[in-house]
């Protein structure tokens, strides 16, 4: 028989029930429940298809691994007009967790992406550097037109100026986890956002 095994967020507390915050950050409430995450969401799906409709090729989301599949999945969902799935994968490296500017590709879109309308799907805009950068990497393949959808915008730590064309929330200086972001590859699965601090 296969062994269910508790989050690990929540084996240590067994008075907490499956799917409630992680202790870590008090055991609070969501910063961002998961009702509001879903209504704004929706909003954003609207808009996109409202500033895209007749189009003559689907929009293409480029989508930023990993921390964007959930909102990807569920903004692709909400759209009203035809679009097509590509994936970015991108990492930081360097001594901190903040981003060092340094970026690395793990992964590059797979289809030919010149004369196409690309929406990027990120999850968090911090400093703004990975974003930049993914964004000149893209406009090296010449297409049509690049548009940024971020989930969240947390201004206080911008180093570097970033255009959002749609942003879902912007965030007070906190590290935040769930609904696709992480700590230390934890805590995406939780269907609202959270803060850590
Ligand atoms: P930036 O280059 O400093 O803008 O970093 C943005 C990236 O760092 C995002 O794509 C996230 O993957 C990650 N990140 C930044 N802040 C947070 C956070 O509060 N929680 C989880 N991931 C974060
Ligand atoms: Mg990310």
Redesign the pocket.
């Known amino acids: 028989m296969t062994e269910v095994l508790a989050h690990p967020a929540i084996a240590t507390t067994p008075v907490l029930a499956p799917r409630e915050p992680p202790p870590i950050q008090g055991a609070g409430a969501p910063m961002i429940s998961a009702r509001k995450i879903a209504r704004r969401v929706h909003k954003l799906g609207q808009e996109i298809s409202e500033q895209y409709a007749g189009l003559d090729q689907p929009l293409v989301l480029v989508v930023?691994l990993?921390?964007?599949a959930v909102f990807a999945a569920d903004l692709l969902r909400s759209l009203s007009i035809p679009a097509e799935l590509e994936f970015v994968r991108a990492s930081?490296y360097g001594s901190s967790t903040?981003?060092t500017?340094k970026v690395k590709f793990a992964h590059m879109v797979d289809g030919p992406l010149t004369g196409r309308h690309l929406l990027l799907v990120?999850?968090?805009?911090?400093?703004?550097?990975?974003?930049n950068v993914i964004v000149r990497k893209l406009r090296s393949h010449r297409p049509a037109s690049v548009k940024l959808a971020a989930l969240?915008d947390?201004p206080a730590?911008r180093?570097e100026p970033v255009d959002i064309h749609f942003t879902g929330f912007v965030i007070p200086d906190?590290?935040?986890?769930g609904y696709g972001?992480?700590?230390a590859g934890l805590y995406r699965e939780l269907p609202a956002i959270y803060s850590?601090g």
Do not use: N, Q, W
């Not at 906190?174 to 986890?177: E, M, N």
């Open positions: 930023i990993k921390g964007a930081s903040s981003s500017g990120e999850d968090i805009v911090d400093s703004g550097r990975t974003i969240l947390r730590r180093e906190r590290f935040v986890i972001l992480d700590y850590l």
